[in-house]
């Protein structure tokens, strides 16, 4: 079993026209740091109409993750992202919540989670529901490839690219 380093990433970053003042965390979480978690999930947003994870999954799901993210900007939970262990494969999940979304969150989740699953050797899949155009745009961004479909969600993956 692949365990993950408890790490924490803080960035400053520049946006369109200028510096940012806020600080960006990325860290990892386990189910023991539940409350950001719940925090995140209750100030979503419409964003969890198309996230549906933890809809009919307890936070004790957490214990299956390979690796399991939270993004912060000034202290709030913003983005969530984790690759879930289940049987053979890797599955990729992320979600931004809706007072964040088009500010790169997505992306920056992204690049974290496949430097992690890249650094581990691990092939990724995804579902996207037909409707997230966005989320499935920013997936192709990231080499995904479809692979099958069904009447909700498209399906992709992504080989390890070491």
Same mark, same amino acid.
């Given at each position: 079993?692949?365990?993950?380093?408890?790490?924490?990433k803080? !960035?400053?970053?520049?946006?369109?026209?200028?510096?940012? %003042? +806020?600080?960006?965390?990325?860290?990892i979480?386990?189910?023991? @740091?539940? /409350? @950001?978690?719940?925090?995140? !999930? /209750?100030? +979503?947003?419409?964003s969890?109409?198309?996230?549906?994870?933890?809809?009919?999954?307890?936070?004790?799901v957490?214990?299956d993750h390979?690796?399991?993210?939270l993004?912060?900007?000034n202290?709030k939970p913003?983005?969530?992202?984790?690759? @879930?262990? %289940?049987?053979?494969?890797i599955?990729?999940?992320? +979600?931004v919540?809706?007072?964040?979304?088009?500010?790169?969150?997505?992306?920056?989740?992204m690049?974290?989670?496949l430097?992690?699953?890249?650094?581990?050797?691990l /092939?990724?899949? !995804?579902?996207?529901?037909?409707?997230?155009?966005?989320?499935?745009? !920013?997936?192709?961004?990231?080499?995904?490839?479809?692979?099958?479909e /069904?009447? @909700?969600?498209?399906?992709?993956?992504?080989?390890c690219?070491?």
């Amino acid at each position: 079993m692949i365990t993950p380093l408890i790490i924490i990433k803080n !960035l400053d970053f520049v946006m369109r026209g200028g510096i940012i %003042e +806020c600080m960006m965390t990325i860290k990892i979480i386990d189910v023991y @740091d539940t /409350d @950001d978690l719940k925090m995140f !999930l /209750d100030n +979503c947003g419409v964003s969890l109409q198309t996230f549906s994870y933890f809809d009919k999954r307890s936070f004790d799901v957490l214990n299956d993750h390979v690796l399991t993210l939270l993004i912060f900007d000034n202290d709030k939970p913003v983005g969530y992202g984790h690759l @879930d262990k %289940e049987g053979d494969v890797i599955w990729l999940g992320i +979600c931004v919540s809706e007072q964040s979304l088009n500010k790169g969150y997505g992306g920056i989740i992204m690049r974290e989670l496949l430097s992690y699953a890249d650094d581990n050797n691990l /092939d990724i899949q !995804l579902s996207v529901m037909k409707n997230n155009i966005v989320a499935y745009n !920013l997936y192709k961004k990231f080499d995904f490839k479809q692979f099958k479909e /069904d009447s @909700d969600n498209v399906f992709l993956k992504r080989p390890c690219s070491v």
